[in-house]
């Protein structure tokens, strides 16, 4: 690692937005109370798949509510998520429906001064429904006889008919597969199957909505890019996007739920356009729960090695159950791919993607978009092939995974970049150590049984390439330097709680030399800030932090400019230097007395004079998406009485190039792998075939997630950050988010094999399934 | 009919007019301006909503203000000292990283209170007991219970 001198980059400070986070102060869109505010509720389908015939709000509107229908919203078909290219994203969404394809899919809406009001007014809509057949499995779906979910929807602008009620496929082929596992010695293929998992961000999905006297429209909401928002809201509603305004606010965590526009926000548009009076509607957790989802998968994977370890090729079929609309299965089925094919090197390969419409709550990215599934399968099968070779498997990984100078694909086949900065082998070698790898012993004795599992996975920093592939990435800010010498910067890029923005503060605060306490993160929404396209795909600090260092190093030309000719030395004979007594930074000619003057003397020297804001303004796509590599080493306990397994035990590694806040960098990894244990062990969402609904209502009591009992104690859990530094990144920054999942799941399931045994290619592995494993083990003992 | 309770939240006495059907919840937020509670779920299953009464923590979604007429209630805005200082345990949390999107941390911060106001030294797994009901999607809780630990080991015995 080259020698720094950071005073902000990798120093644990708080947080900015901390005081008001523990304090209450913080304000989320439920938080909001406007004048003349209406309250909002939505009436959804209570069928799977039906057609509203018809729909009476009368009752309704009697009671003083403002209602509205399908009838009565723009009559459009749009994507909810446009991170993709226009031409490349599929279309089959309305604001409001006649034709609901899942429990909960929204028909009308009101309106009404109080909440309860509006829920009364909910109760007297009338409508009439006729039930469809629905469809609860992807395989069945497919079936010619099976009902078509959709005759056609929309690719781009053009009409696209749907076959089978498959929503996309894909298939990739590099190499020749046939001549690969012919030349293969060892032949290796499992099924896998991952839950359908929900978001469970505390913070239901809300929006309010205010509509201007000039026509247009003002709104706050949970989301993960506030100008996607506002583009579809101009959309759907033909505002042109200067009247349409929309505010960033803290969101009470997303984790994918709000990459796109969400359903609510429409809705709370065309009530208050209809009102014209303000709207607030906060879902309660029962609509949120059937709002959204994480990608379910179905996964079979043959590789084949040969005696050496050597991986020669691979073959992945996948099949995705996305529910009730396409959020864009197309890139995911890509990135799937590109996940794959980009943990470890395969001279063949085919990769065979199908994306299946059903009547189930909607899949979209969660927390790895794709990634957290297949790196399931891949690191279940490299621990099965090593068993089967007799190799160690960290040594079969340390032969074949993808690293320095090799291609990498951060977003599918479209999006590929080479790889620049790899801690792999140092997280494998550090990790072993410090887990105990290779001391591990197997007892397959006693009621509790230990074993310890490892894995390893990664995700992009962001979606940029060299070429412009399928997905929009890029950024843009703007920075202002103070006549104090204090900085103001705008951003629309998110910070969806891991401190994104303390991280894009302190690359300020770096570039410019100024104390990170003279950096302010302000308060925008979509009039402004330019474009950032979303916090997504663990591209924040690398795509958003790149391009606000890039605009830094812009307004610090012109504030060494200014300060040049204050000091009547050339720009590019001044240096700057952090004062910390003055609390400013210094600008000085090195090696000539005198000849320094402070950030804040030269803003306001030149406004004294004339000169103007030192301040710039730009944009900066990347074109590179380092992959952030981790390692998990996860030690469990296998109560064989009762089924229960308990993590015990982790070290978490990980290679995120230069770390910016430490203490926030570790709450990646610590929450990465709490919602890992639970996608592992506990969290699916299952279906009542009968009447379509979830089988746990909506409700946390049956949706069960981890809590603060079931996670190993303090002295158990490690961290370890590589030494690695990026250099296409703000000072060698790459992501860390996403990949913080990933491997979780692999890494628990290889535990509980060490544990007991048994292997287990479903997920997730709940108590009833090991004590079923473990009494057929018995019988066949 | 409307019904005239009394409170005292944040010690400062407050006389409210509420329906009988009002949660407290509602009430703060809505009435009071005090948005620092939360609804999460709406079933007492999430601890968002969480303030304290009379001391002990409660679920404000689940329960009816005009049932705690004449009680004292505390709320996240009512930690802090009188010269505007933080108390110990938010210090504590902004210190070891505990806070992320923020939405979980009232309820936490103010059932770690009640924790270590009845017991100032609790073992880790006490810690972890009395917060399970508390849910944190973001952080995985290590930060947290970092966060209230320290809190007990810096306190004088």
Known sequence: MTKTHYHAIGKKTVRKDGLAKVTGQEIYTSDLFLPRMLHGRVLRSPYPHARVKKI??????????????????????????????PQKTFKDRHVLTDHPRHVGEAVAAVAAETAELAEKALGLIRVEYERLPALFDAVEAMKPESIALYETIFFGQEELRVSNNVAATREIIEGDIEKGFLESEIIVEE????????????ETKSVVCQPEADGGITVWTTTQTIHNVRQLLGEIFKIPLNKVNVKKISVGGAFGSSIQMNSVVPIGVALALKARRPVKIVLTREEDMVDHCKYPSYIRLKLGAKKDGKLMAGHMRVIVDIGAHNTQAYPLLGCMAGWWVSLYRLPHLKFEGKAVYTNKVPACAMQGFG????????????????????????DLRLKNYVGLGETFWGQGPTVRSIIQSCGVEEMLLKGAELSGWKERKKTLEGTIRRGLGMARGFHTSGAGAPMPGEVIDYSGSIVKINEDGSVDFMTALMDLGGGTLDALAKIVAEELKVPLEKVGISSVDTRTTVYDVCTHATRGIYCGGGALHKVTAQAKSKLLEFASRILQAPPHALKIEIDEEAGQGMIYVEGVPGKRISVGEVAKTAQINNWGTIAAVDSLRQVNCPPTFNAQFIEVEVNTETGVIRPVRAVLCSDAGQVINPDLAEGQLYGGLYRGLGYALLEDTDYDKETGELKNRGLFTDFKMLTAEEIPRLEDIQTYFTH???????????????AALNPTAAAVVNAIYDAIGIRFTKIPVTPEMVLKALNEKRNQG | MKKQIALTVNGVKRELLV????????????????????????????????????????LSCMTLAVAVNGSEVTTIEGLLGSDGSLHPIQESFLEHGAVQCGFCTPGMILMAKNLLDKNPHPSE?????????????????????????????????
């Open chain 1, 56 to 85: 009476d709000t009368r009752s309704a509107e009697a009671l003083g509510a403002v209602c509205i229908t399908f009838k009565e919203v723009p009559d459009i078909t749009y994507a909810e998520r446009i991170v993709t290219i």
């Open chain 1, 191 to 202: 099924e896998f199957r991952t839950g359908r998992v929900y978001h469970a961000q505390m």
């Open chain 2, 125 to 157: 797994e006490e810690i972890r007991e009395h917060i399970r009901g508390n849910l944190c999607r973001c952080t995985g809780y290590t930060q947290i219970v970092q966060a209230i630990k320290e809190v007990s080991l810096t306190r004088k015995a």
């Open chain 1, 724 to 738: 690695t530094r990026e250099p296409t990144g703000p000072f060698g920054a790459k992501g860390i988010g996403e």
């Open chain 2, 19 to 58: 329906n009988p059907q009002d949660l407290l919840l509602n009430v703060l937020r809505e009435q009071l301006g005090l948005t620092g509670a939360k609804y999460g779920c709406g079933i007492g299953e999430c601890g968002s909503c969480t303030v304290l009464l009379d001391g002990e923590p409660i």
């Open chain 1, 371 to 394: 990634n957290p599934q297949v790196t399931f399968a891949v690191e279940s099968l490299m621990e099965i092939l090593a068993e089967i070779l007799g190799m160690d498997s960290i």
